[in-house]
């Protein structure tokens, strides 16, 4: 049987339109021709998926979104339908988190399985879940870079103020200060330094015996542990009797004691006795503070004058030395002289601080300067200087030399013996 021409074109044109269909739907990912199931999800939101976007599992594509569209009861959540091939099963529990597919945003669907055995029956509803968008990605990190950049910020400004503060005038002017203070403080120990070391070269056989004393004194405590261990027990045992000893006696004396004391005292500030008298009378007084005054000047004179008032010779009787004042010590090439002042700086022997003295000479030690007057071998010629020179300077002292050396005056001493 042979069709018309208009026949074949009707067949013609439903082939064709049949075929674009059928293109079309293949271009969209749906094959007519092949059966799919179909699942739901609810999504509080999608973040831009929209149909036709992919459904992956382990980056493979396995389906595509199928619908998009709110849930009828207002509640402004969304259900998203997407279809699989039907001999494709889903385990139960298993998730379908939104995802962003490649670095523009494109949005799909990633399937999470669960290791559960029983699977989801078609047009089951699966459990939702959105990925953070790479936009909320890149923001979670940048901002505690914003909040340290804050930060910092704040702190060079806070920087900023407190060099401004500093660097103004006044607060260079109060640094200056400071520095030539601190130079000042340097200065003064460097003084102190010099000082202390000249005190340890004067005094190193004095220290050396120091030292020496104190070990010999470590060493009778060590050897005496066990004397003094029974002494701190008789002490604990005598605090024990103490203790024990009736203490009402020994007020009630004590008050008996006051008493009598508090009339002894009223009589003493009393006219009426001669201990009254003694301590009241003012002309007494006076007549015995002449009577120490004239004492002073005497005994200032024998000082100074013991030719005068006594005659006698050098004994050692352990611990005193008597000196025999007429003794020279040249044959012992010691030296007496009068040690005037001392100074960190030097000071002229011509000027007017030793107006009235001859033959002043600068000894130098370390950093300190002193100068001395007199030079003899004689002690009591040396005496008779100290006094002459002691009006003007009286805190000058008699110091001795052996050999150019200073040594200690209590040793010259012994040495005229």
Known sequence: ?????????????????????????????????????????????????????????????????SDVKFVPDN???????FSVDSEFRIPVNS???????????????????????????????????????????????????????????????SAITVLTVILNEDARDNLKASFENFNLTMQNLENTTAQLEDLIVTQKDTIKNIIGNLN?????????AQNLESIMVNLESFSDT????????????????????SITLDKLNSDESTAGLLLNDTELYESINALAENLGYLVSDIQQNPKRYLKFSAMDFGKEVYINTIDDASG?????????VSSKSKVDTKGDVFKGIKDVEEYQSGNVYSYLTGSTSIYSEIEDIHNSVRVAFPESTVVAFKNGRLIKIEKALKSLR
């Open 1 to 65: 049987m042979r069709l018309s021409k208009f026949t074949r074109l009707g067949i013609l044109i439903v082939f064709s339109i049949t075929a674009l269909i059928w293109g079309l739907s293949y271009l969209k990912g749906n094959d007519i021709f092949k059966k799919n199931n179909s699942y739901h999800v609810y999504y509080n939101r999608v973040d831009g998926l929209v149909k036709a976007n992919s459904v992956l599992l382990n980056g493979f594509k396995v389906g595509q979104v």
């Open 216 to 224: 010999d004194l470590s060493s009778v405590f060590k050897d005496n």
């Open 332 to 340: 012992k090439d010691i030296v007496f002289k009068i040690h005037l």
């Open 75 to 81: 509640s402004g959540q969304l259900i998203v339908s």
């Open 95 to 157: 998730i379908a988190r939104i995802v962003s597919s490649d670095i523009m945003g494109t949005r799909s669907i990633e399937i999470i399985f669960s290791e559960e055995k029983e699977l989801y029956n078609p047009n089951d509803t699966i459990q939702g879940a959105v990925e953070a968008a790479l936009k909320e990605q890149v923001s979670m990190q940048v901002l505690p870079l914003k909040y340290k950049a804050e930060e910092l910020l704040g702190t060079i400004d």
């Open 242 to 261: 103490l203790s024990n000893i009736s203490v009402t006696p020994m007020l009630d004396n004590l008050t008996a004691a006051s008493n009598k004391i």
